[in-house]
C-alpha cells in the first residue's frame, strides 16, 4: 500500500503532462495543416487576379506607354520587353515565378517600385482596420449583453434595429454620416482628414454593419448559456445578475462569436476600399482601385496578396484563440 501511495502522485501528475503534451501537438499540427492551405489560398488569389485582369478590355501596353503617339517599333520594342507578346501560359508562369522570389517590380502607371508604394499606404489602411474591429468588438459586446433580455419585445426591437444596420450599405452609411455629422453639424472633418477626429466617422460607417451581426450572434450564445446547469449554481452562491452575464455567461458565449470576428477582420480590408474613396482618405483602397482601373498588374497582384495574406493570417490567429478558448479542441483538434 505504501508502494501505491508513492508512485501515486507521479502517475497523476503524469496525466496532465501527457496532456499537455497532446494538446501542443494538436496545436502544432492545426498551424501547420492551416499553413499548408493558404498555400492554396495564395496561389487562387494570385492567378484568379491574373486571368481577370487578362480578360478585362484595354491594353496593359496603352497603360506603359502612357497612351501616347510612338511609332510601332517603339511599342514593339515595349510589349517585348515587358513579355506581352508571350502565350498567356508562359506570362502567368513567369509572374508566379516573380512572386514566389518577392520580385513586384514597379507600378506600371507610377513608375515606383510597388512594395515602395504600398508600404506607403497600408498604414492608413491598417490603422482604421484596427479602429473598426475595436469598435466592431465593444459595441457587439454592449448591445450583446443588454439585449439579451428575456422579454421577447426587447429582444425583438434589438433584432429590428440590428437588421436595418446590417441591411444599409456602407458607402451609403458613409454618405449619411457625412452628410450629417460633416456639412451640417461640423463635428468631425469632412473628407481626406488624417487626424484622429477624421478617423470617427469612417470607422462608424464601416464597423456598423459587423458590430450588428456580431451583437445577434452574441446574443443568441448569451441566451442559451443562461438556461446551462452552471447559471443556477452560480446564482445559488449569490452571485449578482451582472457579475454572472459578465464573467460566466459571456465566455461560454465567445466561441462562436471569435470565428465570426475573425472572418470579419480578414474581410476588413476589401470593405476598406469603399470607405477610403467615399472619405477620401489614403490607403491601399484607393491604391487597388486606381490599378485595377489601368490594369496596373503589379500592383493589383500585389494588393491582393497582401489581403489574401492578412486574410490568413487572422484565420490562423483565430484558430489559435479557439484552441485557447475551448478545451474541447486540445485533444481532439477540428
Do not use: C
Request: glycine content about 8%; proline content about 5%.
Amino acid at each position: 500500500m505504501a508502494g501505491v501511495l508513492k508512485t501515486s502522485p507521479a502517475g497523476a501528475a503524469a496525466v496532465p503532462g501527457r496532456r499537455s503534451g497532446r494538446g501542443r501537438e494538436t496545436l502544432v499540427r492545426l498551424v501547420l495543416v492551416r499553413l499548408a492551405a493558404s498555400a492554396g489560398v495564395l496561389w487562387g488569389a494570385v492567378t484568379v487576379t491574373f486571368v481577370l485582369l487578362q480578360v478585362m478590355p484595354g491594353s496593359t501596353a496603352d497603360v506603359l506607354l502612357a497612351r501616347s503617339s510612338v511609332s510601332p517599333e517603339v511599342r514593339a520594342g515595349i510589349i517585348a520587353e515587358y513579355g506581352l507578346d508571350d502565350p498567356l501560359p508562359v506570362q502567368y508562369l513567369t509572374y508566379l515565378g516573380r512572386i514566389a522570389r518577392g520580385e513586384f517590380g514597379e507600378s506600371y502607371v507610377l513608375r515606383r517600385p510597388v512594395w515602395d508604394e504600398i508600404a506607403a499606404q497600408l498604414p492608413g489602411t491598417l490603422l482604421l482596420v484596427a479602429t473598426t474591429l475595436l469598435a466592431t468588438v465593444v459595441a457587439s459586446v454592449v448591445l450583446g449583453v443588454v439585449s439579451a433580455n428575456r422579454r421577447a419585445w426587447v429582444r425583438s426591437l434589438f433584432a429590428s434595429a440590428e437588421s436595418l444596420v446590417v441591411a444599409l450599405p456602407p458607402f451609403w452609411l458613409g454618405l449619411l454620416l457625412l452628410t450629417v455629422f460633416s456639412f451640417t453639424l461640423h463635428w468631425f472633418p469632412a473628407i481626406g482628414s488624417s487626424s484622429p477626429a477624421g478617423l470617427v466617422l469612417p470607422t462608424a460607417a464601416l464597423a456598423a454593419g459587423p458590430a450588428a451581426v456580431v451583437a445577434g450572434v452574441l446574443r443568441e450564445g448569451l441566451l442559451r448559456a443562461m438556461d446551462e446547469p452552471f447559471v443556477v449554481t452560480a446564482r445559488a452562491r449569490g452571485i449578482g445578475e451582472a457579475a454572472l452575464r459578465l464573467r460566466h455567461v459571456l465566455r461560454h458565449a465567445l466561441l462562436p462569436v471569435t470565428t465570426l470576428l475573425g472572418w470579419i477582420a480578414g474581410s476588413l480590408i476589401g470593405g476598406a476600399v469603399i470607405i477610403e474613396i467615399v472619405f477620401s482618405r489614403q490607403g491601399i483602397g484607393r491604391l487597388a482601385l486606381s490599378a485595377v482601373a489601368n490594369k496596373d498588374m503589379p500592383m493589383v497582384i500585389a494588393v491582393v496578396l497582401v489581403t489574401a495574406v492578412a486574410f490568413v493570417l487572422v484565420t490562423i490567429a483565430v484558430d489559435i484563440l479557439t484552441w485557447v478558448i475551448d478545451p474541447r479542441t486540445r485533444d481532439t483538434g477540428r
